[in-house]
């Protein structure tokens, strides 16, 4: 199939499963339960100690331009854990579209009882936007549509969120980015940033562990998420805690694919998780499905030994 109808099966496939998201790409990912930060400012400091999480998503894999997405974050607790802070960066690539994100986050947080805390987060950040028309190959040689990548533009955005959780328990409701961008698509660097409630994008995550027997523990988890003039979209996954080593799991996105995901917790700090998603739609013809992999380590800078890793 010629480069140039893949790019654009790609780029219809995305706008068809991400309506929603106008002039903008929303990046999924099947294991967003161990690192929500990257849709939820409020989520940082919520693991009580620096906690870093690195990404790789290689979407759609055989399909030329398909979405590959990394991802590197940090965050973690200040002022007796009633503050939060967090880093995150995010390279993106879908078709031509090059993105470059970055974005600090602060959350205050609040303990309520014993074990739980209730936070409000920002965050800000940038994110760096270039189409590549140059890669294209297209029909017509030195097609002019084509001979030039567009100049680099700066999107600006900023985000909210709110976010509950115990030792057992959480739920999250976010906005992550509240403005909408629009490269002027002419050849020039002209950005128009609007502040518009119809394109706001709300997550909303929830998940929950609970024990089976003594060496097994449950944990059902749900994303969703809404926009105006477009269906709701769920991600509902179950995994299973063996020995509190080992997450082996299962998960669906409506209207787009099952997933197969398992996490191996190596020391209390340490972690890798890998998943699979079979793509349900038409698009299975073309790809031979989705790999994500997630690495997380927990940093502990004070004299309590860490006995059992963190749930979320």
């Given at each position: 199939?010629?480069?140039?109808i893949?790019?654009?099966?790609i780029?219809s496939?995305?706008?068809?499963?991400?309506q929603?998201?106008?002039?903008?790409?929303?990046?999924?990912?099947?294991q967003?339960?161990?690192?929500?930060?990257?849709i939820?400012?409020?989520?940082?400091?919520?693991?009580?100690?620096?906690?870093a999480?690195?990404?790789?998503?290689?979407?759609?894999?055989?399909?030329?331009?398909?979405?590959?997405?990394?991802t590197?974050?940090?965050?973690?607790?200040?002022?007796?854990?009633?503050?939060?802070?967090?880093?995150?960066?995010?390279?993106?690539?879908?078709?031509?579209?090059?993105?470059?994100?970055?974005?600090?986050?602060?959350?205050?947080?609040?303990?309520?009882g014993?074990?739980g805390?209730?936070?409000?987060?920002?965050?800000?950040?940038?994110?760096?936007?270039?189409?590549?028309?140059s890669?294209?190959?297209t029909?017509?040689e030195?097609?002019?549509?084509?001979l030039?990548n567009?100049?680099?533009?700066?999107?600006?955005?900023a985000?909210?969120g709110?976010?509950y959780?115990?030792?057992?328990?959480?739920?999250?409701?976010?906005?992550?980015?509240?403005?909408?961008?629009?490269?002027?698509g002419?050849g020039?660097?002209?950005?128009?940033?609007?502040?518009?409630?119809?394109?706001w994008h709300?997550?909303?995550?929830?998940?929950?562990v609970?024990?089976?027997?003594?060496?097994?523990?449950?944990?059902?988890?749900?994303?969703?998420?809404?926009?105006?003039?477009?269906?709701?979209?769920?991600?509902?996954?179950?995994?299973?805690?063996f020995?509190?080593v080992?997450?082996?799991?299962?998960?669906?996105?409506?209207?787009?694919?099952?997933?197969?995901?398992?996490?191996?917790?190596?020391?209390?700090?340490?972690?890798?998780?890998?998943s699979?998603?079979?793509?349900?739609?038409?698009?299975?013809?073309?790809?031979?499905?989705?790999?994500?992999?997630?690495?997380?380590?927990?940093?502990s800078?004070?004299?309590?030994?860490?006995?059992?890793?963190?749930?979320?």
């Open positions: 199939m010629n480069k140039l893949k790019t654009g099966l780029l496939a995305v706008l068809m499963l991400n929603s998201a106008r002039a903008q790409f929303e990046p999924q990912f099947t967003y339960m161990f690192n929500e930060m990257f939820n400012p409020a989520y940082a400091g919520s693991r009580e100690q620096i906690s999480t690195m990404v790789y998503r290689n979407q759609w894999v055989g399909l030329d331009g398909a979405p590959k997405t990394q590197a974050s940090i965050h973690g607790p200040l002022m007796n854990k009633k503050l939060g802070l967090g880093l995150t960066i995010m390279n993106e690539s879908i078709g031509v579209t090059k993105q470059l994100s970055v974005y600090g986050n602060y959350a205050y947080r609040i303990q309520v014993s074990n805390a209730f936070a409000m987060g920002l965050q800000a950040g940038f994110i760096n936007h270039q189409e590549n028309l890669e294209v190959i029909n017509e030195n097609d002019n549509e084509f030039f567009t100049p680099r533009v700066v999107l600006p955005n985000g909210y709110m976010y959780n115990t030792d057992k328990f959480y739920v999250g409701l976010s906005i992550p980015r509240m403005f909408k961008n629009k490269v002027a002419d020039s660097s002209d950005v128009t940033n609007s502040f518009e409630f119809k394109y709300y997550y909303l995550t929830s998940g929950y609970f024990p089976v027997s003594e060496n097994v523990k449950m944990k059902p988890s749900v994303m969703i998420k809404a926009v105006q003039g477009a269906p709701l979209n769920a991600d509902v996954t179950l995994q299973a805690l020995m509190d080992f997450w082996l799991g299962i998960s669906y996105r409506t209207e787009d694919s099952f997933s197969a995901l398992g996490t191996f917790q190596i020391t209390p700090k340490l972690r890798i998780g890998y699979y998603d079979y793509t349900t739609t038409e698009l299975s013809n073309y790809s031979n499905g989705t790999h994500e992999i997630n690495l997380g380590y927990d940093f800078f004070t004299k309590k030994k860490i006995v059992t890793p963190r749930y979320f």
